[in-house]
């Protein structure tokens, strides 16, 4: 098993819709978990962090599932504007930081 | 408060030539990475500093050394180029915490190609 793994995409979505996609991780010890945002050709940015009991900014809510070991980023009312790469973070075995390879996300007009 | 900074923001390399990666944060922060990013293979962590005197390999060292030079500057060096470097090379600063980790700001990146 990958340490952590995303569906690639692209998820292709009207705008004003709701798209969720999780990513999975393998070190049960992890206690840091996030999502980036990444735009084309340009540096990752922090869009939230995932607490154990879930957090929301927004139209963004972020929630951790330990028992299955995947955390998910639901987007509501997109906006053409989210169209960008989404990057999970978590701790890997020996505690260092690993990043998944990305969802690729399309909000289509 | 500039964040960090990357600097060349391009660069093109012949094989064989060696360069230099210069990275700077005024955050203030502890630790400090270098991430190379391919398509299709994400982010992958090329070496870290947790604090200032230190550095530790990542996933992918091999064929790169870094230097700390204090706290606000960590360069990334490539002492014989290789087509196999060609990648987009990011920096980051963050916050390390007891087995955990706060989030990471990134730099702007720098573009390389090796002919």
């Known amino acids: 098993r990958k340490e952590v793994e995303q569906d690639p995409g692209p998820f292709n979505v009207p705008e004003g819709a709701t798209v969720a996609f999780n990513c999975t991780y393998s070190n049960s010890a992890s206690q840091s978990f996030f999502w980036y945002r990444q735009d084309c050709r340009k540096e990752p940015k922090l869009l939230m962090s995932?607490?154990?009991s879930g957090n929301e900014d927004g139209r963004f809510t972020a929630q951790l599932n330990r028992a299955s070991q995947y955390i998910s980023l639901l987007i509501r009312d997109s906006k053409l504007s989210d169209s960008a790469t989404y990057l999970c973070?978590?701790?890997?075995?020996?505690?260092?930081?690993?990043f998944g390879k990305g969802t690729r996300l399309h909000i289509l007009p | 408060n500039a964040g960090v900074t990357q600097t060349p923001k391009f660069q093109v390399l012949k094989t064989g030539q060696s360069m230099t990666l210069q990275c700077a944060q005024d955050m203030n922060h502890n630790s400090m990475y270098w991430y190379r990013q391919d398509p299709g293979m994400g982010l992958r962590l090329i070496y870290y500093?947790?604090?200032?005197?230190?550095?530790d390999k990542g996933e992918v060292p091999n064929g790169y050394n870094v230097s700390r030079l204090n706290k606000r500057e960590f360069s990334l060096r490539l002492e014989s180029a290789a087509p196999s470097q060609t990648s987009v090379y990011f920096c980051a600063s963050g916050e390390p915490g007891q087995g955990s980790y706060n989030e990471q700001f990134f730099g702007p990146g720098t573009r390389l190609t090796v002919l």
């Open positions: 973070v978590a701790l890997g075995r020996d505690d260092k930081i690993i």
């Open positions: 995932v607490y154990s």
């Open positions: 500093s947790a604090s200032e005197g230190t550095t």
